[in-house]
């Protein structure tokens, strides 16, 4: 049966992460909504995203407008403003799956941050009416934008709710990456961290797409 896709709001997704990934999942199907602290932000974003791939799908909306209207959240502030991002969400994100993107690592100086995770703080500040899942911290922006090349990034996704877990897995699937269900949101204070090996690797070798594969799982 043909399943329609849930609608998907990318808040703070106009930087460098969350037009990415929602590059990948309206090339995917997906109805996308970027959401900005200013519409007209999000909606230049959103026009720039059906122009690269020919759609009139993507659209763009203050952070609350476009949280209220998604059944999934994708969060892609930048991370200084996580918890501040998080505060005034807090309402238009009840009854909602939360992505949290989020890898507090200071790019300049790369180290592992300490716990709680940022999606467990996610999860404290916004209550039990929210499920949050912990993925795509890994993901580089970079590697998302290429469209034309396949994505060597399996996503590691940290949730205490195996079902939201899995619809994260889903999407993640859908946008091109294989993903894993890697624990409880708790282990993703690892995800987090190799964010700052990651960055240390890409300094050390001039690139921009290192990335994180996993062996010995099957296919997924
Ligand atoms: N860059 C990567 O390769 C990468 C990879 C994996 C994960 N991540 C994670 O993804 C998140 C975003 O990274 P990024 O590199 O895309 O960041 P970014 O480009 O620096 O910023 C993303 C967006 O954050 C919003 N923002 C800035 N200050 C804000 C504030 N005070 N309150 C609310 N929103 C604010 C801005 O949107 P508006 O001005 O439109 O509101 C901005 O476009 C981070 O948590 C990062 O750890 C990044």
Not at 43 to 51: D, F, L, M
Not at 129 to 142: E, H, S
Not at 165 to 181: E, R, T
Not at 189 to 199: D, H, M, Q, R, S
Request: glycine fraction near 8%.
């Amino acid at each position: 049966m043909n399943q329609a896709k849930p609608v998907v709001a990318i808040l703070g997704g106009t930087g460098k992460e969350g037009p990415g990934l929602a590059l990948r999942w309206a090339k995917a199907g997906y109805p996308i909504l970027i959401g900005s602290r200013q519409a007209e932000k999000a909606q230049a974003t959103a026009q720039e995203i059906n122009q690269t791939l020919g759609l009139q799908t993507v659209q763009g909306y203050e952070n609350t407008q476009a949280a209220r209207q998604a059944e999934i959240c994708v969060l892609t502030v930048v991370q200084t403003a996580h918890q501040e991002a998080l505060i005034g969400l807090k309402e238009a994100l009840q009854g909602k799956i939360l992505v949290d993107a989020t890898a507090r690592v200071d790019f300049r100086d790369p180290k592992p941050p300490a716990p709680p995770t940022a999606a467990r703080i996610a999860q404290d500040l916004l209550g039990e009416g929210v499920r949050v899942v912990a993925a795509f911290q890994n993901v580089p922006a970079a590697a998302l934008r290429k469209l034309d090349q396949p994505l060597h990034s399996h996503v590691l996704v940290c949730a205490d709710d195996l079902a939201a877990a899995q619809a994260v897995i889903q999407l993640a699937h859908d946008g091109g990456m294989n993903a894993y269900y890697a624990g409880g949101l708790d282990n993703a204070i690892v995800v987090e961290g190799l964010t700052a090996l990651l960055i240390s690797l890409n300094k050390h070798y001039k690139t921009k797409t290192a990335s994180i594969c996993v062996a010995g799982l099957p296919e997924a």
